[in-house]
């Protein structure tokens, strides 16, 4: 795989079930992306955008076809291994916000910096919840804090660490539109300042024109790809 290359998925499939109960959400996605890139997915409901993510975050395993991710080939690993290669690499934001209900916020974002070994887990982790405007939230239960709020917890805890890949699945879906704004200006600058690597699912083509590239999924396909500078000519 070319040094700048940092996901080369060829040929993945997932299934779900088995016999006539299977399902299959993927069915034969390839897709290289390159470091810094940071790309869109668009498509509707049920077309496997998460699916897509899950594999390629080694949330879960293809069912078959190649997954290089970092170096690793997240084909080849079992779940421990997986874990073991996110830890500090790879930053998720997922829809449900996956917090830690018996930690406060501020415990959520510094655990995480702990397992990769990162200095002063509780310094940064307060730092990071400052910067996503919840510096008054520090110490509150994820019951005490409400979804836009529990969003911005998520997504302080994916970045905390500058891993070099992050991966966020509708970041602002709960959010109103002016701490939307804010959260994903804080994730591009975050992007700009560490030169990561972002995967995006989105329904907000305003949020998706901002990234280099999109692309676009249906029945467990990608049917369209397109850089930057192909949307501008769409768009002029
Ligand atoms: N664990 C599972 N078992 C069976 N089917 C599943 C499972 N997870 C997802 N699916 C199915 O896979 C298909 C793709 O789901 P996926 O969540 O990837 O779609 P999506 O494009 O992200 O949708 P949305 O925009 O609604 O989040 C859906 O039909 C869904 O029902």
Same mark, same amino acid.
């Given at each position: 795989m070319p040094a700048n290359i940092v996901i080369d998925a060829r040929d993945v499939t997932l299934r779900f !079930? #088995? !016999? #006539? %109960? %299977?399902? +299959?959400? =993927?069915? !034969?996605v390839s897709l290289a992306v390159g470091a810094g890139e940071r790309l869109a997915i668009l498509g509707p #409901? @049920? #077309? @496997?955008k998460s699916s897509l993510m899950a594999v390629l975050a080694g949330l879960e395993k293809a069912s078959s076809g190649q997954v290089m991710v970092a170096g690793a080939d997240f084909s080849a690993l079992d779940e421990d291994g997986l874990a073991r290669a996110r830890r500090g690499r790879i930053g998720i934001v997922l829809? %449900?916000?996956? =917090?830690? $209900?018996?930690?406060t916020a501020v415990e959520n974002v510094a655990v995480p910096l702990e397992l990769a070994g990162i200095a002063e887990p509780q310094a940064k982790a307060k730092a990071e919840l400052e910067a996503v405007g919840l510096g008054h939230r520090l110490d509150h239960y994820p019951t005490q804090l409400s979804g836009g709020e529990q969003q911005r917890v998520g997504l302080a805890r994916a970045i905390a660490a500058r891993p070099a890949l992050i991966f966020a699945d +509708? $970041?602002? !879906?709960? =959010?109103d539109e002016a701490t939307g704004e804010a959260v994903v200006a804080l994730l591009f600058y975050r992007l700009r300042e560490t030169g990561a690597t972002l995967v995006l699912i989105t329904h907000d083509a305003g949020l998706a024109a901002q990234c280099d590239r999109v692309i676009e999924m249906k029945d467990g396909h990608i049917i369209s790809d397109r850089r930057h500078a192909e949307l501008n000519a769409v768009a002029e």
């Open positions: !079930g #088995s !016999g #006539s %109960a %299977a399902v +299959e959400v =993927l069915r !034969g #409901s @049920g #077309s @496997g829809q %449900a916000f996956h =917090l830690i $209900p018996t930690m +509708e $970041p602002t !879906g709960n =959010l």
